[in-house]
């Protein structure tokens, strides 16, 4: 069971404490703000501040004298694939110190990673057990004050899913009449109360598995959210369950479980501990979350989550002032949100991450529940994913890069299963619209499909043929060996695998169209393709070349790569670029896949060969100007500064790393997707990077090759070789202050003049 492995995990994660202890002593990050903070209290939910730490996300706010907080737990999905959210909790104080705000202030603590809100004279700190599932609500007041703590659920009973709500699932917009979000279980006794929701023994993945034919193989097949438990326990010192209540919230009813405090304090401590387990009864669910309790000291857990988060950011930063200051700031913020998932075994959501909140403050006319969030919650979109990781290279934050590689390692049977079942060849096939079991999403997939049709292929207008994505994690992967000189040894047969599927499924195709396999020139021919969602039905798409030749030249397989066909190249107005593909029947979306082999396969850049080519390619293709945005996925802040078009990118990361339109400002979105919009905060992230440091091919390090000699900026960040660099921009000077290795200090090339 996968769950079991989630367990002998947090055993070695323990084992990181001892070394802990010793970076206890306490440190700023250079460069980078200690705090951020309000002044006032907030309208609702979409006003929160982000809390959380090892796999828990929380958002707290105060609303009208109450302090609400909803929390969230990664892989906590139920049986129709929603993310939930472990429920509501509101806290009332009497009397109250939030009425008379003058001296309101909600900070959110960077170093340290925890959230204060002190308003006359009662301070209440928020911190997440970093190496626990456990979060710690501390509340001291200068004067004797009662309390009231509330645990509100809206999965009090069996809700019907309404049209269009079925978005938040693995049905999306096909959510078949009838279909039930099942009741949680909720039980109060004393001081505490435990919550949890049990999925059955079939769920969305026995309806997938049918649907795509896979039922010979159904036994042999990886399976997440069969007779899975999510949920916790919130207790108490001075408290006692005095009832329940009804209520409604944003439109959503929800029943209350209410606890009071026995006598007025001038101290108290909330804990609420989550425990998510597969097992056969919801017995061994309980067992577990005990076992977590048990375990609990406050103060020493307290010192190292502290020392994880000063480690945290220590190993980067990027501080910049005057006008990118605004930049830099949200980088911060929005590095904060990933460092929140750290130690997950499900990888960070693009569509939201833990931090989502009530949809009606996102979208008027989608008035659901808080669990939702549009494109799915067991549902991982390749493209987007891809874009909250890369920057975590360059970041240094390899530690949270695992979750995604493990996410793959587990589906890598379900995959290679698929191509055995349709086609009897081998290697792994990752479809587009990913499920958490490693199958296509059923809808995506298509409820209507043609008996006639490839079962292998999604019946999609964007997503058929839509397979090479997984090679951008599969380069991730051998790039953090290069980056941190990981052990890598567990995924080289998920690399293998992948490239696997390409030889094999294109010489499958061609042997069904005539009798060779390959062209005149002894190169597979990659027909039908995609040129990601949006040059479809293709012939040699760029994207997916360059991500092959790349690949494979990393993991040394020159048999293979000289079977990859060089990228394509067109000409318009005299003008040489690179081509989306050799030939494509439709335009599908509006994604720049013809600038793929600049970002993220670095084929082209500075002081790389035929930069020019890609540069008329960013400047001239006339779809790559019409689709030109900075808005969620959007990449052309990190192409031109991949280019070291310097106005260019200083333009579109100014636009891209702005203040959101929430009140906490790297909550940005819903763009292409939800809020808050992960894979915006990750394009925008990778953009400010490529303009202070790249790399070439001969292992040259340029520092500040798109960045604009009047901002001044003081930033650590990581390049390959195990390296790391600091270095600061100050009126126009540069001063390298360190390199690591200090053998690495001849490959520096300085940019700007």
Known sequence: MFYVSMWFKYKQMNKLKNIFLFLLIPFLAKGI??????????RNSSESMPCGGGDIGLNVWVENGDLLFYVSRSGAFDENNTLLKQGRFRVHLTPNPFLNTTDFRQTLKINEGYVQITSNGTTIQFWVDVFKPVIHLEIQSTKKISSEIRYENWRYADRLIRKNEGQQNSYKWAAPIGLIMKRDSVLAVGNSVTFFHRNPQNTIFDVTVAQQGLESVKSQLYNPISNLTSGGKMWGDNLLFSGTEKGIYAGTDFETWVFKSKHPFTKQNINIALQILQSIDVYSWNSDLNKTIATINPKTDRKLTTAWWNAFWNRSFIHAG???????????????????????????????????????????????????????????TAQNQRLVYWPMLKSGDIELMTSEFDFYNRMLKNAELRSQVYWNHGGACFAEQLENFGLPNPTEYGWKRPNYFDKGVEYNAWLEYEWDTVLEFCQMILETKDYSNVDISRYKPLIESCVKFFDEHYRYLATHRGRKTLDGDGHLIFFPASGAETYKMANNPASTIAALKIVLKSL?????????????????????????????ERVNNTEAPQLYPVFPWRIFGVRKD????????????????????????????IFAACLGLTDEAKRLNKLKLANGPYRFTAFWGPGYDWSPDFNWGGTGMIGLQEMLLQTTDDGKILLFPAWPKDWNVHFKLHAPKNTTVEAELKNGKVNVISIIPENRKSDLVLMIK
């Open 33 to 42: 703000e200690p705090n951020y903070t309000w002044t006032s209290p907030s």
């Open 322 to 380: 005057g006008e990118a200051g605004e930049l830099s700031r949200n980088y911060t913020l929005f590095r904060y949100m990933l460092g929140c998932n750290a130690h997950s075994s499900w990888p960070t959501r693009f569509n939201g991450g833990l931090f989502t909140f009530d949809p009606v403050f996102v979208d008027s006319t989608m008035a659901f529940t808080p669990d939702y969030r549009k494109w799915g919650g067991g549902t991982f």
């Open 556 to 584: 040394g397989n020159d048999s293979l790569l000289k079977t990859i066909p060089p990228i394509p190249f067109r000409i318009i107005d005299g003008k040489t670029m690179i081509s989306p593909a050799k030939t494509w």
């Open 610 to 637: 035929s930069l020019e080519f890609a540069r008329n390619t960013y400047l001239y293709d006339p779809n790559v100007k019409r689709f030109r945005s900075h808005v969620g996925w959007k990449q052309d802040n």
